[in-house]
């Protein structure tokens, strides 16, 4: 069983461009985290989401930010007009439908230029 | 969301012991304890969780007080793969949602 899958695991995008980022959970997960780590910090939720559905996305920019899961393929975190304060490692993680403990992915690292 | 508090950094010389500590004095009757650890450059990688008994398994123990409002992560004969940041979680079972603090770093001397 393959863990969490993210990718790519390094992005480099001008300022205004698009950053698509991916996440495929493991088997038989149906709900998708997604977390923004700066530099030196702790990491910071953003979204909460279970298939077709958004949960709680209380942690997202109220502007360019957008998450989806799809009934079929992966979960994607898009970015729109990046600016180089969007410059992070976001991480995604999975969890069963009654499960306790969530798994991480190894990452996308965003930067910016 | 309940808080924790946690000492910013540790150091333990390799194959002995380390006891890492935890306060959530806030702590509510639905909140398990959970330990995540990040190593340099990877996402956070689940340790350990309890309820209210202490909990083994082959990466640590989780020793909990009596009034839940403090726990300790054991880890017990430390190596140089085991230098990481360690956070303490607080997670309501009905809320799915992880409040990552600024973590424990531990730094394991050879």
């Known amino acids: 069983n393959a863990g969490v899958m993210q990718n790519p695991r390094h992005l480099v995008r001008r300022r205004g461009q698009e950053a698509r980022l991916r996440c495929s959970p493991m088997?038989?997960?149906?709900?998708v985290y997604w977390y923004r780590q700066l530099p030196e910090e702790g990491l910071k939720f953003m979204v909460y989401?279970?298939?077709?559905?958004?949960?709680?996305e209380s942690g997202m920019p109220k502007e360019r930010f957008s998450a989806e899961f799809p009934k079929e393929g992966p979960s994607i975190l898009r970015i729109q007009q990046v600016v180089r304060g969007d410059s992070a490692a976001y991480f995604c993680?999975?969890?069963?439908?009654?499960?306790?403990?969530?798994?991480f992915g190894q990452g996308t690292r965003l930067t910016v230029v | 969301d309940a808080k924790t508090t946690q000492p910013n950094s540790m150091e333990s010389n390799e194959e002995e012991p380390v006891h890492l500590p935890c306060n959530h004095s806030?702590?509510?009757?639905?909140?398990?304890i959970h330990w995540y650890r990040q190593l340099p450059s990877q996402g956070p990688e689940y340790v350990i969780h309890?309820?209210?008994s202490n909990v083994n398994n082959r990466m640590a123990s989780l020793a909990i007080a009596e009034d839940r409002k403090s726990s300790t992560l054991i880890l017990h004969r430390a190596t140089l793969r085991d230098a990481a940041v360690y956070y303490c979680?607080?997670?309501?079972?009905?809320?799915?949602?992880?409040?990552f603090g600024t973590g424990t770093r531990l730094k394991v001397l050879a």
């Open positions: 309890g309820l209210t």
């Open positions: 979680i607080l997670r309501d079972v009905g809320t799915y949602k992880y409040i």
């Open positions: 806030t702590i509510s009757g639905t909140d398990y």
């Open positions: 088997k038989g997960h149906s709900h």
């Open positions: 989401l279970q298939k077709e559905n958004i949960i709680d």
């Open positions: 993680a999975s969890s069963p439908p009654h499960g306790s403990e969530a798994f």
